[in-house]
């Protein structure tokens, strides 16, 4: 009966040691698995800062653009309504 037993030990440690060896690996990949994906995620991250940078400047050109506009229209306006106050004031 121990000859019986001492077989059923020994053919059951491969199993029993594979077991764990599988885990450490599985786990081991994940691992790796995740690196690569913070990695990418780094590198996608650092190249849309770098594009924020040259969207912030033509945002900045914009609104001084638009500012400028305003002050222009403002004044276009400002003529206009001295204009219409000059011939209002010469009809009375």
């Given amino acids: 009966m121990s ?9 059951s440690a491969a199993a ?7 885990y ?4 081991a990949a994940r ?4 690196r ?7 590198a996608s991250v650092r190249c849309l800062g770098q594009a924020v940078g040259p969207t912030e400047a033509a945002i900045g050109r914009a609104e001084t653009g638009v500012s400028e506009l305003c002050e222009r229209v ?9 204009r ?8 009375r």
């Avoid at 450490?24 to 786990?27: C, I, L, V």
């Avoid at 219409?84 to 010469?90: K, T, V």
Wanted: net charge negative; hydrophobic share 45%.
């Fill in 16 to 22: 029993t040691l594979a077991s764990p060896l599988a």
């Fill in 24 to 27: 450490a690996n599985a786990r």
């Fill in 84 to 91: 219409a106050s000059r011939r209002c004031g010469a009809d």
């Fill in 31 to 34: 691992q790796e698995s995740g």
């Fill in 3 to 11: 000859g019986a037993i001492i077989a059923a030990a020994v053919g």
């Fill in 74 to 82: 403002a004044c276009l306006e400002g003529r206009l309504d001295e």
């Fill in 36 to 42: 690569a994906n913070a990695a990418g995620l780094t």
